[in-house]
């Protein structure tokens, strides 16, 4: 059984939610080295729009609330309208959230992750998979954590949150495989951006305590393996979860 001819990546559209700085502005940076028209989407609007001029014409901001279900159907239609119908979609918003024990750990805290980091991505992936099957082909990449699969202490919202998001991932791979639609998470370990505020001595080496490399992820690595997964070459990886941990991942 021969496969469908794939589109070439380059001239592809792209949304990268949270692309106004850190993983997302790296991946978005990426894309455009390509040739991809990319979608910058983020809160930020002044941070997006600046961003997206440096990468030029092939690239858009627009301004898109992940926790807002009509933001994001208004993003995926004004994205449609300025750079056409996307194939693919990386889902990079996030937050941390507060750092407390876990008996003191505020429920709108809670809430609050859980609707930026797990149905942030479902909102968008909604907004996407329909035109995505109905064109028989995409490539959806969520950005999941190694802490969603090692479990770390004093975030449980941050945690449970890119946990869900490799469950959901495994869960849209096994439905969409015949789809043509293939989606897949990576599971980065602490990279130096805003997600972690002010990095002292000590705060770095809490995050690279378990890392064997000893250093973090540079944006611009996990970039690589999104280019990977966002593009016709990887054809046969759905429902997967990438790690590039510096070796921590233990399963």
Do not use: H
Not at 77 to 99: D, H, Q, Y
């Amino acid at each position: 059984m021969s496969l469908p001819e794939a589109p070439r990546l380059a001239g592809q559209v792209a949304v990268v939610t949270g692309a106004a700085s850190g993983l997302g502005l790296a991946m978005a940076q990426r894309l455009a080295t390509e040739g991809v028209r990319v979608a910058l989407w983020d809160r930020d609007t002044e941070g997006a729009t600046r961003a997206a001029s440096r990468l030029g014409d092939a690239a858009c901001a627009i301004t898109v609330d992940v926790t807002d279900t009509v933001s994001v159907r208004t993003g995926w239609a004004a994205t449609k309208a300025v750079l056409g119908t996307p194939a693919i979609l990386i889902n990079s918003a996030g937050i941390l959230g507060r750092s407390a024990a876990f008996a003191d750990y505020p429920e709108d805290e809670w809430q609050r992750v859980l609707d930026i980091n797990l149905n942030g991505t479902f909102r968008c992936c909604q907004a996407a998979v329909p035109d995505m099957v109905a064109a028989g082909y995409g490539r959806i990449v969520n950005i999941a954590s190694i802490a969603g699969k090692d479990g770390n202490p004093y975030v449980a919202g941050y945690v449970a949150s890119k946990a869900a998001v490799i469950g959901l991932t495994k869960s849209m791979g096994k439905e969409l495989a015949q789809r043509g639609v293939l989606v897949n998470a990576i599971a980065p370990s602490a990279s130096e951006t805003a997600i972690f505020g002010p990095l002292t001595d000590a705060y770095r080496q809490r995050l690279l305590a378990n890392v064997p490399m000893a250093r973090m992820v540079q944006p611009e690595e996990v970039a690589e393996l999104a280019l990977w997964l966002a593009s016709p070459a990887c054809s046969f990886s759905t429902g997967a979860t990438f790690d590039i941990s510096g070796g921590r991942a233990t399963y």
